[in-house]
């Protein structure tokens, strides 16, 4: 079975500032989707980056990156020049890609950011 | 606009009682999915559909039941609430052969 693991319940960072969110995950899948979900004080949940394990180029948005180590089986995200904004709970996911069937999410447990003005 | 409705968006609930919580999308998705959500323990699948008239189980899904009469609709239903579905939970749906899930608003559910 698969698991996704988050061992940082929290993290805080500086505004402006860089902050690096942890995440690990166990498959024997070789082809599958890796997702990194934002959940702000309002509750909704926010897809914020998406890599897949084909690509070996790190995906980035804007201010969110990602190192994805493949081997390692980790998948880490990178915030630059944090927001106030940011502050939210963030949860890593994953994902096996059937190639039309359904893609259930494996969620991790989440670590929950404070930036600090 | 397009998007997932849940509804509603809270209730306080007695033990035993039946509560059928409810979710709509209006992007044709043919995936949906029910999760819950407790503090330290992320979100967990209860159930999903591939597509209307079917439904499958996901990791935790004593207790809670669903249907897919049509591709829109996807309501879950707890048939005598216990003091442990105390939880919020997340409709979610997907197009086919896509990894993006689309996630509604959540409904807080409290029971008592």
């Known amino acids: 079975a698969q698991t996704v693991t988050q061992s940082q319940p929290e993290m805080s960072v500086q505004e402006a500032e860089t902050v690096t969110l942890s995440c690990t995950y166990d498959?024997?899948?070789?082809?599958?989707?890796l997702f990194w979900y934002k959940q702000p004080p309002s509750r909704q949940m926010i897809l914020v980056i998406r890599?897949?394990?084909?690509?070996?180029q790190n995906a980035t948005e804007n201010r969110f990156s990602v190192n994805f180590q493949k081997a390692a089986k980790s998948f880490s995200l990178k915030i630059s020049d944090s927001q106030l904004g940011d502050a939210a709970m963030y949860f890593c996911a994953y994902s096996r890609r059937y190639g039309g069937a359904t893609n259930k999410l494996i969620f991790g447990t989440g670590t929950l950011l404070a930036v600090q003005p | 606009i397009a998007g997932i409705t849940q509804a509603p968006t809270s209730q306080i609930l007695a033990a035993g009682r039946r509560m059928t919580l409810r979710c709509t999308q209006d992007?044709?998705?043919?995936?949906m999915y029910w999760y819950r959500q407790d503090l330290g323990l992320g979100l967990r699948l209860i159930h999903y559909?591939?597509?209307?008239?079917?439904?499958g189980k996901g990791e935790v899904p004593d207790g809670y039941s669903v249907s897919r009469a049509n591709t829109d609709d996807f309501p879950l239903t707890l048939a005598s609430a216990v003091p442990s579905q105390t939880s919020v939970y997340f409709c979610?749906?997907?197009?086919?052969?896509?990894?993006?899930?689309?996630f509604g608003p959540g409904t807080r559910l409290t029971v008592l």
């Open positions: 890599q897949e394990a084909y690509k070996q």
């Open positions: 992007m044709r998705h043919n995936a």
């Open positions: 979610a749906s997907g197009a086919s052969g896509f990894s993006e899930q689309f």
């Open positions: 498959t024997s899948e070789s082809d599958y989707y």
């Open positions: 559909s591939n597509t209307a008239g079917t439904t």
